[in-house]
């Protein structure tokens, strides 16, 4: 359950593979949840009243399919950034290992594996390396999600390609990272999720030859849910400032994360970044 030291030490694409059937998953079963995210996050207070009000008016006024609208960036571009984000996080580990952040496996002798703190900064190397690729891909997406017409012909970008078009006409190719302070403040939060992923993983090796036993696959699926709990619990509001940041039209003036942050907290720092997520 942990990541041992490697003595061939060789960079391996096995992260990279997964990240990519990761990335189609989280397109599959959870965009229609992230565009009613993004809507309460980004729309002006009043505009729903919550997440089920917002949900129904949405299908409402703009069938169910609007859900989806934005889906087809983080379909092509998940897998790749997915890739980024798990690829490097193996790398990152190999790195470490390699200058000694490790520490004895318990009960095998001459056995080392990276220390949690390791694994803390493998997940926050992954996420910011990750944001590079990620900040063009959510750029459009929260673009096309803002967009309530029904009729295509009504909306301002009728697809990513002409999103993209006009971004890069109107701010030059660098419009596409407009909100990149904000998604490296937010994809830094990895670092929670793989570690709190492997001291969970290791809780649970602790409870072997215990009634409490569990299989390795179980113990895969309760210490990623929880680890993903704790990366959204620590993420959401940079989560929230990153989109407002995204979400601003493209004559305005291009948004700063100070200004988005002071705008955003004001006037319970802490508690309004939580707000009407």
């Known amino acids: 359950m ?130 590079l690729v990620a900040t063009p891909m959510e750029n459009l997406k929260i673009k096309l999600q803002m967009q309530s017409q029904r009729s295509v012909a009504d909306r301002q970008f009728k697809g990513p390609i002409d999103c993209a078009r006009q971004v890069i006409r109107s701010q030059g190719i660098l419009g596409l990272w407009t909100g990149f302070a904000g998604s490296l403040a937010f994809r830094a939060n990895f670092l929670w999720m793989f570690g709190s992923f492997e001291a969970l993983m290791r809780t649970c090796s602790k409870l072997e030859g215990t009634s409490f036993e569990m299989s390795t696959g179980t113990a895969n699926f ?21 989109n407002r940041m995204m979400a601003v039209p493209l004559n305005a003036p291009k948004p700063r994360f100070r200004d988005t942050l002071l705008e955003r907290s004001h006037p319970m720092p802490v508690p309004s970044m939580y707000m009407r997520v």
């Open 2 to 131: 942990t990541e041992e030291v490697n003595p061939s030490g060789h960079l391996r694409i096995v992260g990279a593979i997964a990240g990519v059937g990761s990335g189609l998953t989280k397109v599959a079963v959870g965009h229609g949840f992230d565009t009613i995210k993004t809507r309460l996050q980004c729309t002006p207070p009043g505009t729903y009243r919550g997440t089920v009000d917002c949900l129904v008016k949405i299908v409402r006024n703009e069938s169910v399919f609007a859900l989806y609208k934005g889906a087809t960036p983080p379909a092509v571009g998940w897998g790749i950034i997915d890739s980024v984000l798990l690829g490097s996080l193996h790398n990152y580990r190999l790195f470490l290992i390699r200058h000694h952040w490790t520490e004895p496996v318990p009960g095998s002798e001459g056995k080392e594996r990276l220390t949690l703190a390791g694994h803390g900064l493998a997940g926050l190397g992954a996420g910011l390396t990750s944001a």
């Open 222 to 242: 309760i210490s990623g849910g929880l680890g993903s709990f704790a990366f959204w619990f620590m993420a959401i509001p940079a989560d929230n400032i990153k």
